[in-house]
Structures are given as structure tokens and as C-alpha cells.
């Protein structure tokens, strides 16, 4: 599994006991290797997951995150080739088991492969390396046949119906490059066929999730976004509005990672750059606006997150002027951020939990969940009690509505399976906007009333922000409101948090557009706001 250091599988720093307790936890319900890594190459947040592993008796792969080109150091300064066998050199030191090189942006070209990994095989002849890539601009295969002459040991690479783009390099086609050579893999063109069948018939049923990226994108070199964020961010920029400014969300990734110094960018760092990007797009700012503007910007919560020092230290230290602007008087961490936070209390989220949701309703996984992502854990229980574990549930019919009079087997466990037959749906009570939905259950007949989704009200008219009055602050981006941190009559200063917007895991805390008193507040508790929509008004004190 892939364990972000400090990180743990979240989007931040947590206390250490947390990370601890995860790498426990996963070891013992099955995971066996663990590919440490961090978002900014600290080595530090390093460290404290591999130290984690080791006491969870796992096999550590300690994890190098490529970015740059080291065949072009002009281009990247900071990520020269020394830079990297440095980094290898103290990750060894740390008595890892395997090193990982992980090209999250598929920016490893081969002749930077052989240079990279023929120099790590020089310095540490006995190391086993594992090379990780993606194959957005299509070089994949290619960068992948060079690491193996250059002497790797293990290559990631995807199923032929399932690779290629931002996904891995196709397995077919490395497997007969390399047939009959002294590196033939020994894996037959015949089971790959067998298991690319199998996939595509997957792939099609999970169609409707496709982001229908189609061609390979050799713009990756200059924005340098990894595979994983690329169809993920393609799809929030959709969510957002921002669908047909895709180009431009790219030239300001390009951006965004420039003004923070030119990250390492593989999550939770990438989600900084993509919603620092999403943020530009949406307000209309180049990145020379942001830097001069920025003590007056409303900026995502992850980013004024990361320039507290909330991930660790970035690679060459942090932009101070830009830092100062952003943070404001916001606490700064200026080293390990588990290192100064409390233990995590268990025991108190356990009882707490229990008081929500049910005595001996958790389990120690629930637990370990809700630590790290609370909100999320949340909102997995209240799906849960309301309508019990679908996952039980067969794909298709997961996906798609049953037709009249067509049966389902659900096997809840062994032994114990229901056949379920849908009969008919009632008509629609437009008062509730809820049905009856009449089935059988092993035969006895039943009926449930539902909300119909599709008949939902419209979206209510929402006053907008005049940019010429200063006293009004609009949204800078679409989302929902999911916390207001003012009322109205209370004293405010410019810049103060009046509310939190939250789209698609991106949180932007808005702040107040002058010093003065709160007059109106046009915003409530999970409402949809569009960018531009009236959040409230601020008169000046005494009028």
C-alpha cells in the first residue's frame, strides 16, 4: 500500500500515535509492503512512517518522489541528479528494505531513467529498486525498458484495456519488448490476454465513471500534474464550471506550482497546486496577481495549510514574502509538524463515537477512519444506518434501476440470501416528492416509500456581489457552505473568516471585505453557492 509518512492515507499532518496505530492496524488485516513516501521529499515526515512500519513488522519500501528532469537541470535546479542520490543515500541509512522512485506526473524520460536509476545501482549494487510511473505523455513504456537495463528490479505497469494516459504503461506491450532478451519477464502473451478480457468487460461496466481522457498529453512536462490528480481535477474543474477553461486550469497549475517554489507534487502537496490553480482560474488571476495581491485574497484552505508548514518543509524552504502574505497571523511551523502536536485521545473519540452512533457500534478500523477523516467517517455512518451495507449489492443493479418484474439474488452471507423482485412504483406525491415502492423478499410482499431525487425543487435565485461596491463579499468559487463563523451585528476586520465553501475536498475560508460590522448575512448552512453570490455585507462602524 502507498503510506504518505506523516500524512498516514490523509491530507494533512496527524499526531504520531495515529500513524502509529494505522501502520498497526493495516499490518495486521493484511498489508504486507508499505511504500512510504512524502509530498515533499522531507525527510523527517519520512522517518516517522518508516519507523511506523518498521515496529508494525511491515516490509519498508522507503519512496523517492521524481519530479524535474534530471537529464535538463537548468529547468529544475533544486532536482539534480545529486539531489536525488543524496536523498536515496539518507533513506538507506534508515536500514529500508526496498527503495521506491515514484514518477507520480509520468515525467521520468529514458534517458533521465538510465541516468537516474544506473547511478543509484552504482552506489548501492545490493538495493532493490522499484520504479512507479505514469504514462500521460505516452513515454512510458519506453522510460520503463530503460530502468530495467539501467538495473531495476521491479517496474509498475497496467493491464493492456486498463493502462495508458494517466494510468500505468501497458503490460503487453513491456512483456514483448522484452521476450526472448536476457530480461524476458517469463510472463506469457497468452494470460495476459486472458486477463485483459476479464478487465475490459470490467471497464465497460464502469463506463459511466470514465473520465474520457482519450489521447495521450505531453503538456504533463510543463505542468507536470500527476496521473492520479489529472482525471481527478478534470472532474472537479467540470463540477466547478471551469470544464471548458481545462487549458486554462493547466496553465495555471503551471502557475501555482511556480509563485510555491516549484514543488515535489504528489498528494496531499498536488491538492494544494490543483486547488490553488481551480482558485486562480475561477477569480481570473495570473500568478503575478496572486503574489501581489495576496494579503487581500480569500485563498483555499489547503493552501494557507501548507504555507503555515502544516505538510513540512518543501525542498529549498518555503517563499517567505508570498508565505507572510497568505498566513497572515496564522501560526507557523517551521519543522516536523507531528512533532509538537498532543497524542490522539482513542479513547475519547470512542466514547464519542458510541454516544453517536451506537454502544459496540465501532470497531477498531471505524476508529482509525474517523481519525483521520471525521467529516467523511460521518456521513460513511449516517449511509450506512439509513440504508444498510450496499455494498452487498450487485454491481449493475448498483449502477442502474431494476426493471419491473426482474429478480436479484443478494447474498448477505453464507447460508443467507435474499431474492428480491421489484413489482411496481406508486405514483408521485408532489407535496413530499416521495413514492411507494412495492417488491417481494423471498416471496412476501413489501413496500417502501422513497424521496424521488429527480423531482427536486430548483435552485433558489441568489443576490450576487456588485465588484464595485467594497463592502459586499462574493464567492470566489462555487461550493456549499459547510460553516459560517460570523452573525450578523458582529465587529469584523478585513481578511476575518466570515465562512468555510467547500467543492469537490477543496475548503476555501472566505474573508470579510473590509473592517466594519456584519449588516447582512445572505448565506446559510449547506447552501450551494455559485462564484460571484452574495455571502453578506459589512458597513463601517458607527453608520
Known amino acids: 500500500m502507498l503510506l504518505r509518512g506523516a500524512n498516514a492515507v490523509g491530507y494533512t499532518s496527524y499526531p504520531d500515535n495515529v500513524v502509529y496505530e494505522f501502520c498497526k492496524q493495516a499490518r495486521q ?102 520504479v512507479h510511473t505514469h504514462d500521460t505523455a505516452g513515454a512510458g513504456v519506453a522510460a520503463m525498458l530503460a530502468c530495467a537495463e539501467a538495473g531495476a528490479d521491479v517496474v509498475d505497469l497496467a493491464i493492456d484495456s486498463m493502462s495508458g494516459v494517466t494510468s500505468q504503461p501497458c ?67 467540470q463540477s466547478l464550471g471551469l470544464g471548458s477553461r481545462w487549458n486554462d486550469v493547466k496553465v495555471a497549475y503551471t502557475e501555482a506550482n511556480r509563485i510555491c517554489g516549484d514543488l515535489v507534487k504528489v498528494t ?30 480569500s485563498f483555499p484552505k489547503s493552501v494557507v495549510e501548507f504555507f503555515q508548514g502544516f505538510l513540512g518543509q518543501p525542498v529549498g524552504g518555503f517563499p517567505e514574502a508570498l508565505r507572510a502574505a497568505i498566513i497572515r497571523d496564522a501560526p507557523r511551523i517551521d519543522s516536523r509538524p507531528g512533532a509538537s502536536m498532543a497524542a490522539f485521545d482513542f479513547a475519547q473519540l470512542r466514547r464519542d463515537l458510541e454516544d453517536k452512533w451506537g454502544p459496540g457500534s465501532i470497531r477498531d478500523v471505524d476508529l482509525l477512519s474517523a481519525a483521520l477523516y471525521p467529516a467523511v467517517f460521518d456521513d460513511f455512518q449516517a449511509q450506512r444506518q439509513q440504508f444498510g451495507n450496499v455494498s452487498l449489492i450487485p454491481t449493475p443493479l448498483f449502477l442502474s434501476p431494476l426493471e419491473v418484474n426482474q429478480e436479484i439474488q443478494v447474498q448477505l452471507e453464507v447460508g443467507k440470501t435474499l431474492i ?58 462555487s461550493g456549499a457552505v459547510v460553516e ?37 448575512l445572505d448565506v446559510a448552512l449547506k447552501d450551494n453557492l455559485g462564484a460571484g453570490d452574495l455571502i453578506c455585507t459589512v458597513k463601517k462602524a458607527g453608520n
Open 29 to 130: 488485516h493484511g498489508v504486507d509492503v508499505f511504500r512510504v513516501f512524502d509530498s515533499l521529499n522531507y525527510v523527517e515526515n519520512l522517518k516517522l512512517g518508516i519507523e511506523a512500519v518498521r515496529q508494525a513488522n511491515g516490509v519498508i519500501e522507503a519512496t523517492v518522489c521524481y519530479t524535474g528532469d534530471v537529464a535538463n537541470p537548468a529547468k529544475h535546479p533544486k532536482y539534480t541528479l545529486e539531489y536525488y542520490l543524496d536523498l536515496v543515500d539518507e533513506l538507506v541509512a534508515l536500514d529500508i528494505h526496498i527503495l521506491g522512485i515514484k514518477d507520480m506526473a509520468g515525467l521520468l524520460k529514458p534517458r533521465a531513467a538510465r541516468m537516474l536509476v544506473g547511478a543509484i545501482r552504482a552506489r548501492h549494487p545490493d538495493l532493490p529498486i522499484h
Open 171 to 237: 503490460m503487453g506491450a513491456f512483456v514483448a519488448a522484452l521476450e526472448g532478451t536476457e530480461r524476458d519477464t517469463g510472463v506469457s502473451g497468452e494470460a495476459i490476454q486472458a486477463l485483459n478480457a476479464y478487465w475490459e468487460q470490467t471497464r465497460l461496466l464502469y463506463s459511466c465513471f470514465d473520465p474520457g481522457v482519450k489521447a495521450a498529453d505531453t503538456s504533463v512536462y510543463q505542468h507536470e500534474m500527476p496521473g492520479g490528480q489529472y482525471t481527478n481535477l478534470l472532474f472537479q474543474a
Open 268 to 297: 496531499p502537496s498536488s491538492k494544494v497546486v490543483g486547488d490553488f490553480a481551480q482558485f486562480m482560474v475561477s477569480n481570473h488571476l495570473t500568478g503575478d496577481e496572486v503574489v501581489e495581491r495576496a494579503a487581500t485574497l
Open 420 to 477: 428480491i423482485r421489484f413489482i411496481a412504483l406508486g405514483p408521485l406525491h408532489t407535496e413530499t416528492a416521495k413514492r411507494e415502492v412495492y417488491f417481494e423478499i423471498n416471496g412476501e410482499p413489501r413496500i417502501v416509500t422513497v424521496v424521488d431525487q429527480s423531482t427536486q425543487p430548483e435552485a433558489k435565485v441568489r443576490a450576487r456581489a456588485d465588484p464595485a461596491q467594497k463592502n459586499q463579499l462574493g464567492a470566489p468559487m
Open 484 to 520: 459560517i463563523k460570523v452573525a450578523v451585528g458582529d465587529e469584523v476586520k478585513a481578511g476575518q473568516p466570515v465562512c468555510v465553501l467547500s467543492a469537490m475536498k477543496m475548503e476555501t475560508v472566505v474573508g470579510a471585505p473590509a473592517d466594519g460590522v456584519v449588516e447582512t
